[in-house]
């Protein structure tokens, strides 16, 4: 089965940062993806602007470098890479000073009329800098949008103060905050389930579900971002993000429409509605935690602090959280969230318990009744489990067993499924602005985790150590087992 592409308008996309790590590990790849697959329309460009001062002709080479490293097995293809690369252009400007600005306004100008995204893939201190060059250099035209990757600040206060940079410069409708959750194909398929189905709707809410688990676990550590991470931590890295994003698809209520004001409109109201985690309740409801030698992937890793010049600090790689939605629709109903780096796998899931059925007419010979459980699983083998009780089959009487109806994305429709990237660029182009952040979502998330930071300050709470290649410290297991549930582990 082959995918449908509609193509997008001509564009110019000029990546700041464009020489860097996520460049050439996710942008230019994605690209190269969306232009074999035929959505681009001609004269397209790509443009790689940064400090470094490269020639097209050296960019071309870092482009075709990073194209033979992170596709996949028989995507690179010789005539498609030629194309590829011969749309590609770099303009070495500084951030900080005029240089190369005009440089990169004589480019832009051959294409006026083309759609112009500015990609901002560099350190958010530079954010304010780069809209203000852009501004003064005078590169908006109307069909300009600016694309600008997280982190969106470390707290509310600096997150208030970038989207002010951003926003004297942009209008809202311009701006794309991007969360790559979003774009990845479950998420999406997250909302297809939930509105183009009957059946779970009626059930979607505190009558029928017992507790929602979402589980973002990765087996990697810092990967070369200590300097970064050890400022942030996970809960800044992940959950004030990504983690959010997932609970806020996954509990808000139906949107008139799939516009973007209506989804993010109802996504706002989940993060305006989660109950408040402070200092008075913060060791209750949370878990921090900090890996420690042991093994993953294969071989044994270092401990955290091993991986840390100074090798202190009380920064988390894990957390554990028991969330609450404080509405009709959720009222007592737990979310519990955990991620963490080093973990015994890489895998991003919602996991949605029903209620127990409230009598059962079996004897004790049929065996334990399972609670139903939605598996919507993100990553790896993307696709969705829903588990029901039936009876075993064959002679020997009323025996019930627990069997999952599974439907892999993968094996059931036989397509490439596409990076979470590849689609995320081609809406801003688009302007399509569904899987982007608001403004007052950033901010809405901020005012949730800000006290949790806060909290864990006032209350001292240290992080808990766990080995490398486990599920995380046993706080965490202690969190939701306290509540006479277990984390679904079962992966
Ligand atoms: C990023 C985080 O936003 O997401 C990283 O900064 C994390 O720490 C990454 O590894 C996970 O993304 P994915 O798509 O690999 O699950």
Redesign the pocket.
């Known amino acids: 089965m082959s995918s449908q592409i509609i193509p997008v308008e001509p564009f110019d996309y000029v990546v700041f940062g464009g020489s860097g790590d996520l460049a050439e590990r996710k942008l230019l790849p994605a690209l190269y993806h969306r232009q074999v697959e035929g959505q681009f329309s001609e004269p397209t460009r790509i443009i790689g602007a940064s400090r470094s001062a490269l020639s097209n002709e050296e960019y071309r080479k870092f482009a075709d470098a990073a194209l033979k490293e992170h596709l996949k097995k028989g995507e690179y293809d010789d005539a498609e890479v030629k194309k590829f690369l011969a749309r590609l252009f770099y303009v070495p400007v500084d951030a900080r000073s005029d240089a190369g600005w005009d440089q990169l306004k004589k480019l832009l100008d051959e294409g006026k009329e083309r759609v112009r995204a500015f990609y901002l893939a560099v350190a958010p201190g530079i954010f304010g800098d780069i809209s203000q060059k852009i501004h003064d250099h005078k590169l908006i035209t109307k069909q300009t949008r600016i694309v600008v990757e ?1 982190p969106i600040g470390r707290d509310l206060a600096s997150a208030l103060q970038l989207n002010d940079t951003i926003g004297k410069v942009f209008k809202e409708e311009q701006i794309f905050r991007i969360d ?2 979003l774009g990845k194909e479950t998420v999406q398929n997250l909302m297809a389930l939930r509105f183009a189905n009957a059946l779970y709707e009626p059930l979607w809410n505190a009558n029928h579900i017992d507790h929602v688990q979402i589980t ?1 676990a ?1 087996s ?1 550590g810092l990967e070369g971002r200590a300097g970064y ?1 050890d400022t942030a931590g996970a809960l800044r ?2 959950v004030q993000n ?1 983690i959010l994003q997932l609970l806020c698809l996954t509990a808000m209520e139906i949107p008139s429409s799939m516009d973007s004001e209506a989804v993010r409109d109802e996504k706002l109201k989940v993060l305006r509605a989660l109950k408040p985690i402070d200092a008075s309740n913060v060791e209750q409801a949370t878990v921090r935690g900090q890996y420690r030698a042991g093994a993953s992937a294969g071989g044994p890793v270092k401990g955290y602090l091993d991986e840390l010049e100074g090798g202190v600090s009380n920064t988390e790689t894990f957390v554990a959280i028991k969330a609450e939605i404080g509405n009709w629709r959720w009222a007592g109903v737990p979310f519990y969230i955990r991620t963490g780096k080093r973990l015994a796998g890489r895998v ?1 899931e919602i996991v949605i318990t029903f209620k127990h059925i409230p009598h059962t007419i079996f004897d004790q010979a049929a065996g334990r009744i399972v609670a139903n459980q939605l598996i919507i699983r993100l ?1 790896p083998d993307e696709g969705v489990k829903q588990s029901l009780m039936i009876k075993d089959p064959g002679p020997g009487g009323m025996r019930l067993r627990n069997v999952s109806l599974d439907m892999s994305f993968a094996s059931a429709f036989n397509v490439r499924n596409p990076d ?1 990237y590849e689609r995320l660029l081609m809406d801003v182009i688009r302007s399509n602005q569904t899987l982007f952040m608001r403004r007052d979502e950033v901010e809405a998330a901020w005012k949730w985790v800000d006290p949790i930071l806060k909290g864990w300050e006032e209350a001292g709470q240290q992080v808990q150590g766990y080995t490398a290649g486990t599920w995380g410290p046993s706080q965490a297991i202690a969190l939701i087992e306290r509540d006479g549930r277990t984390w679904h582990d079962d992966i």
Do not use: C, G
């Open positions: 997280k790559h959750y973002v990765e990697v991470y890295d992940m990504h991003s990553q979470a």
